[in-house]
């Protein structure tokens, strides 16, 4: 087991690590291989109110062992979702000398 930074151990099954703080609800805090996480708002729309799911993030491992967060933005007036954050790393990679690799571009996925 390694140590980061922040003082979280990594442990060999796990891919990502996920923190949430719901308010009065609870708080969860898990290692995971994937992850999918949506987060919705109240919102009035065609005369009444309904929670809008506007945020998304997904955590995956690719074939190659790249590590992917994807952040998608999702409105209600739109066709499609937006992608506004891609950040990949490659744990598995002694030779990759970037720790993140983020793009910040706004593409449809």
């Known amino acids: 087991m390694q140590k980061n930074v922040n003082g979280l151990t ?3 099954s796990q891919k990502f690590e996920v923190h949430c703080r719901a308010g009065d609800a609870g708080e969860l805090s898990v290692g995971a291989e994937s992850v999918s ?3 919705g708002q109240r ?11 506007s945020v998304g993030v997904y955590a995956k491992e690719e074939e190659d062992g790249t590590l992917v967060i994807q952040v998608l933005v999702f409105n209600p007036d739109w066709d499609e979702a937006l992608q506004i954050a891609s950040i990949k790393s490659r744990p598995l990679d ?4 970037a720790a993140l690799g983020c793009n910040l571009d706004h593409v449809t996925p």
């Open 37 to 39: 996480v949506k987060v």
């Open 10 to 12: 990594v442990k060999d």
């Open 43 to 53: 919102l009035r729309r065609d005369g009444g109110q309904e929670i809008w799911h």
């Open 94 to 97: 002694a030779d990759c000398s």
